[in-house]
Every structure is written in C-alpha cells, then in structure tokens.
C-alpha cells in the first residue's frame, strides 16, 4: 500500500478509449431504441408525434447525454479502480441504481404509459450497455503486478515476436548444438 491508496496500476489509455467507445454505443443505443420505438412500434418516445422517426432536437440531446453519463462512468470507474478496495463491486451497485433510477424516471413524467414504458426500457437498454462494456473494460485496464515467488511473465512484445528471447542460449553466449 502506498500513501495514496492501493498499489493497483491502471493503464489509463486503455481504459478511457473503451469508456469513449462506450460513449458512442450508449448515444446510438438511444438512436436506434427511438427509431425502433417511434418509427415501428408506433410509439410517440421524446418528441411529439408529428417529429418523424427519430423525433426532434430532444433525441439528439438525450444521446449526448447518455454519452456523457458514459464518460462520467467511466470517470468513476478509473477513480474507484485506483482509490477504492472491490471497485469492481461498487461500481456495479452504483452503475446499477443509477441504472434503476433512470429506468423508473420516466413513470413520475405525465406522459402516456405506453410512452413511459418504452423510454423506461430505452434507458435500461443504455444503462446496462455502459455497465457491461465499461466493466469488461475495466478487466482489460487494470495492470496486474508478476506475482513474488511465481514465475517471471515475459513482456508482450517478446510473446508476439516482436522482440527477440535475449534468455535463448545464442543470446548468452553459450554454443548451441547441432
């Protein structure tokens, strides 16, 4: 343990471009959930009847804010993966209630229940988008330490053939045999 905390290394590139990728998925899950609700289900979702397939301005606005709330996920995710212990665990719950809050939202709006039904499953839809990707994410952005005792892992650019085994016998100076 440090000062600071935990001694888990987050390779931060990686983690903040699948929380940008998770942006753009959760935008389009609002997309495409509007134009499969309004467009073919008939359902008038976050606009008026009358603003065709993919509603009005309000649809765009309402994508960018899931992108956002992906992004701000993704925020909390690096924050707890360095900070905090079984950050994984939390960010579930937190992803999760946040999730349940955005998905009964829209039954306090005075809207028809029809409508409130299909946004209700539009935000669910995004919300566990953003908590199954980030949370693979976060698999592939934690930066596991060699284990003491157990064997040396080889850097990843020697397991791709990129860099040569310097251990090889012909690296070391010793003969090899015929």
């Given at each position: 343990?440090?000062?600071?905390?935990?001694?888990r290394?987050?390779?931060a590139v990686?983690?903040?471009?699948?929380?940008?990728?998770?942006?753009?998925?959760?935008?389009?899950v609002?997309?495409?959930?509007?134009?499969?609700?309004?467009?073919?289900?008939g359902?008038?979702?976050l606009?008026?009847?009358?603003?065709?397939?993919?509603?009005?301005?309000?649809?765009?606005?309402?994508?960018?804010?899931?992108?956002?709330?992906?992004?701000?996920?993704?925020?909390l995710?690096?924050?707890?993966?360095?900070?905090?212990?079984?950050?994984?665990?939390?960010?579930?719950?937190?992803?999760?209630?946040?999730?349940?809050?955005?998905?009964?939202?829209?039954?306090?709006?005075g809207?028809?229940?029809?409508?409130?039904?299909?946004?209700?499953?539009i935000?669910?839809?995004a919300?566990?988008?953003?908590?199954?990707?980030?949370?693979?994410?976060?698999?592939?952005?934690?930066?596991?330490?060699?284990?003491?005792?157990?064997?040396?892992?080889?850097?990843?650019?020697?397991?791709?053939?990129?860099?040569?085994d310097?251990?090889?016998?012909?690296?070391?100076?010793?003969?090899?045999?015929?």
């Amino acid at each position: 343990m440090s000062e600071f905390g935990s001694e888990r290394s987050v390779n931060a590139v990686r983690l903040w471009s699948g929380g940008l990728a998770t942006a753009v998925v959760a935008a389009l899950v609002i997309l495409v959930g509007t134009l499969v609700i309004r467009g073919v289900m008939g359902i008038p979702v976050l606009a008026p009847e009358e603003a065709g397939y993919l509603g009005d301005v309000g649809t765009v606005v309402y994508a960018l804010m899931a992108a956002v709330a992906a992004l701000l996920a993704t925020g909390l995710l690096h924050l707890l993966l360095v900070a905090a212990p079984r950050a994984r665990a939390f960010f579930g719950w937190i992803i999760g209630l946040v999730t349940a809050v955005a998905a009964v939202t829209p039954f306090t709006q005075g809207a028809e229940l029809s409508s409130q039904i299909a946004t209700a499953v539009i935000n669910l839809v995004a919300g566990i988008a953003i908590a199954t990707l980030l949370s693979s994410v976060a698999n592939t952005a934690v930066v596991r330490s060699p284990r003491r005792g157990g064997p040396r892992e080889r850097p990843a650019l020697h397991h791709e053939g990129i860099l040569p085994d310097v251990e090889q016998a012909e690296y070391r100076g010793q003969p090899r045999g015929l």
